[in-house]
Each structure stands twice: as structure tokens, then as C-alpha cells.
């Protein structure tokens, strides 16, 4: 069983399109988190939910919009892509201590 | 701010060790260390929360100074499978709105050779 699953795995998008990724987790954590890991392995938190109120959000552009339905999913929606948002997006999720992370999106901008 | 993890990379044979560090501006609650391998998720290793904690784990283990605001990853008799790259992450306050918010270093490659 996947811990913290994440859905797609690869997307090949063209600039301005509007694009979604989904998470999930079946570890009953309270808190999940987006991560966006760049070209030069820079990992950078984006947001963090706690029972599905937004408590980061990390001067994102307004473009990417998270949702979260309930504690078990949070999923991330973009608007006009642009080139730099070509990235791996990692979902993932905390009962305290440790972080565990999804196996990361693949996203490339073209 | 985050953290500055140093060397950059390093390059090891088969059981020979290394020290990875982590060094962070700003007083720190807890510090996690994660390890990547390439085209996968990082996974967690440790976390330390007390100043002067070390923590192991077979043959990697980690301290945390809290005075000098710094955390060391200590690799003993390296093996093929410890490959990857290594990220600290640090957390600067307990709970509040920076809950669980980790701030990583840079990435340190480490690459172990037969």
C-alpha cells in the first residue's frame, strides 16, 4: 500500500494551459504539504493543510491553487502555466515528526 | 532563510566514512535529515530535536548542536546503497503556523563507489 500517492506521475503541458495534480494519503496524518523540487534539487515548501485549513502558503503566484476535500487529500491545481513552473512537484504528509513524501510529479512546461 | 549544508558533493569507496553538515542562521527546534536517489521521493532518515541529541540508525547517525545552530550526518563504512543525495531540513519554531514547516539545505550528492 502506497502511503502517500500522488497522480500524475509525468505531465507534458503547454504554456497557459490549466493543470491539476491529485494527492492522497492513508496514513491518517493530520497535515499535508505541497513541495516543489527544481532543476537544481532546490526543495521548497509551497503549502501546508492541517485538517484541511491552509496554514503556509509560501508566496506562491496565485496561479496555484490548492484544495483540500478532506484531510485525506490535497490537490493542487495551476492556471496558465508558465515555463518555470517546470518542476517535481512532491505532495506529503505528517503525523509530527517525520515527513513522508509521495513519489513526486513530473512537470514540464514546454 | 535556509539552511547551508556543506561539501556540496563527496565521493566515497565502499567503507570509507563521511560527515555531512548543515548549518542554519536562525535557532532551531528540531532538524530532520532526508536522503534522495535519483528519480525517487526523498525518505526520511532522522530527526533531531534536543540540542546536543545524536541519533543513529545503523551506520549513519546525526548530532545537533543547538548552540551553534548546526546538525552533522555521520556515515560510517559506507556502503554501495547509501548513493543519493542528502537534504537537512530544519524547523525554527515548534508548532504555531510554522508546524512542520522544514526549510532545506541545498542537497548534498553523495556517491559511493565499489
Known amino acids: 500500500d502506497t502511503a502517500v500517492s500522488q497522480t500524475p506521475k509525468y505531465l507534458v503541458t503547454q504554456m497557459g494551459n490549466d493543470k491539476s495534480i491529485k494527492c492522497e494519503q492513508n496514513?491518517?496524518?493530520?497535515?499535508m504539504y505541497w513541495y516543489k523540487q527544481d532543476s537544481k534539487k532546490f526543495l521548497k515548501i509551497m503549502f501546508s493543510?492541517?485538517?484541511?485549513?491552509?496554514?503556509i502558503n509560501e508566496t506562491v503566484p496565485n496561479r496555484f491553487s490548492p484544495k483540500s476535500p478532506d484531510k485525506a487529500h490535497l490537490n493542487l491545481h495551476i492556471n496558465s502555466l508558465e515555463l518555470g513552473d517546470s518542476a517535481v512537484y512532491f505532495c506529503?504528509?505528517?503525523?509530527?515528526?517525520?515527513?513522508?513524501f509521495g513519489e513526486g510529479s513530473w512537470l514540464t512546461v514546454v | 532563510q535556509q539552511p547551508v549544508q556543506s561539501p556540496q558533493a563527496v565521493i566515497l569507496r565502499e567503507g570509507e566514512d563521511a560527515v555531512i553538515n548543515c548549518s542554519s542562521s536562525?535557532?532551531?527546534?528540531?532538524v530532520h535529515w532526508y536522503r534522495q536517489k535519483h528519480g525517487e521521493a526523498p525518505v526520511f532518515l532522522m530527526i533531531?530535536?534536543?540540542?546536543?541529541e545524536q541519533k543513529g540508525h545503523e551506520k549513519i547517525s546525526a548530532s545537533f548542536n543547538e548552540k551553534k545552530q548546526q546538525s552533522s550526518l555521520y556515515l560510517t563504512a559506507s556502503q554501495l546503497s547509501y548513493s543519493g543525495t542528502y537534504f537537512c531540513?530544519?524547523?525554527?519554531?515548534?508548532?504555531?503556523?510554522?508546524?512542520?514547516?522544514?526549510?532545506f539545505g541545498q542537497g548534498t550528492i553523495l556517491t559511493v563507489h565499489p
Open positions: 506529503a504528509s505528517t503525523s509530527g515528526n517525520t515527513i513522508y
Open positions: 496514513l491518517g496524518h493530520d497535515t
Open positions: 493543510y492541517n485538517n484541511k485549513e491552509l496554514i
Open positions: 536562525k535557532a532551531l527546534y528540531s
Open positions: 533531531l530535536l534536543k540540542g546536543g
Open positions: 531540513g530544519t524547523e525554527s519554531s515548534a508548532g504555531g503556523t510554522s508546524y512542520g514547516k522544514l526549510t
